[in-house]
């Protein structure tokens, strides 16, 4: 079972009907909800802590408050808005270091202030200092532990011994023998594949450098070459593409410093989502899924392509998202969170 945040009490205290007494039961129901969230739970739990207009999934909603009401019976969740706003975010911080994805999900969905829901706890700093402590922790160097043979161990009694046969005695044996090698190969096969993670993440921080270093993107653009409002999504992108397991590496903010991005001014996320080529808008978001809630500067230019380029996305890109059409954050910032975006989009594992 997920264990239940020391602070639950409290938050779930804060209720107008809530009693701090009842909560352990309550999270009875909350932990079996969240035992093993998919992808699209994960989604629907973001849109009850958030509590706009953008409503989760009606029938993955269902199943999740089916699931709590199942572990607390005494659980209603009609008329239990605020009640349900206050479960979701509590559950969203028990994941928040299981679940990768939950954590980054947050903190676009947040967009640095764009999204600041009424909640007892600061769940998108939660996010955000997950997501440091993810990136820090998978890609610490490990050194590899040395793989001991697994024993052998057939153990018949000795009523069993003096019944056996020898045809029985080699077959018992044989079959204990085969069951160390194959635990033996199995330990084998788990610091290999352990060892073939650190690689590939030595070697996705090693190409990343490259590619700085070599001051071109994909497309052969000089990064140095960029428009300054072009930058933040050029870099993101080919910053992602080079990603290999989410939620990436620590140096991304330095990488996109050291390429050009700035931490103070702000950038209006419109105006760089105009100020992107056409082509290269609309390659952005083909095929994908994009979420308002989760995913919205990739949404903004979903928005963008149906219309071009100009003023006649903005208003209901702002409406439909809930984010001020004047939302500003700093280059860094803004490539930081669109690079987020990209990992839940193009990274399935």
Avoid at 12 to 32: C, D, F, I, M, N
């Amino acid at each position: 079972m997920t264990k239940m945040p020391a602070e639950f009490p409290t938050w779930y205290a804060s209720l107008e009907a809530g009693e701090e007494g009842r909560a352990p039961a309550r999270w009875q129901g909350v932990a079996k909800a969240i035992a093993n969230p998919k992808v699209d739970e994960v989604e629907a739990l973001i849109r009850m802590a958030i509590g706009g207009r953008q409503r989760p999934d009606s029938v993955v909603a269902a199943r999740l408050l089916e699931r709590i009401s199942a572990g607390d019976p005494t659980f209603d969740p009609a008329g239990a808005d605020r009640e349900v706003q206050v479960l979701a975010a509590s559950a969203l911080v028990a994941r928040l270091l299981p679940s990768d994805l939950a954590a980054l999900a947050l903190t676009t969905a947040h967009l640095d202030g764009a999204r600041c829901p009424g909640l007892p706890m600061d769940l998108f700093g939660m996010a955000e200092r997950a997501v440091r402590s993810k990136a820090q922790s998978s890609r610490e160097r490990t050194r590899p532990q040395p793989v001991r043979a697994v024993p052998a161990t057939w153990n018949p009694s000795e009523e069993e011994l003096e019944t056996l046969e020898p045809s029985a005695m080699v077959e018992g044996l044989q079959e204990a023998m085969n069951k160390a090698v194959a635990a033996t190969v199995k330990a084998i096969n788990e610091a290999l594949e352990e060892n073939g993670r650190a690689l590939d993440r030595t070697d996705e921080e090693l190409q990343m450098l490259w590619w700085l270093t070599g001051g071109h993107l994909s497309s052969g653009e000089t990064i140095e070459g960029l428009k300054s409002l072009v930058r933040p999504f050029a870099l993101g992108r080919d910053l992602a593409v080079r990603t290999r397991s989410r939620p990436g590496p620590m140096a991304i903010p330095a990488l996109l410093t050291r390429g050009g991005l700035g931490r103070k001014g702000k950038i209006r996320i419109v105006e760089a989502v105009n100020a992107m080529a056409d082509g290269w808008a609309s390659s952005l978001v083909d095929g994908l899924v994009v979420s308002p809630v989760t995913h919205p500067i990739h949404e903004a230019f979903r928005r963008r392509n149906e219309t071009g380029s100009g003023e006649d996305w903005i208003r209901n890109w702002s409406a439909v998202c809930e984010v001020p059409e004047d939302h500003a954050l700093t280059p860094v910032r803004l490539a930081e969170l669109f690079y987020r975006e990209r990992l839940q989009l193009i990274l399935k594992a």
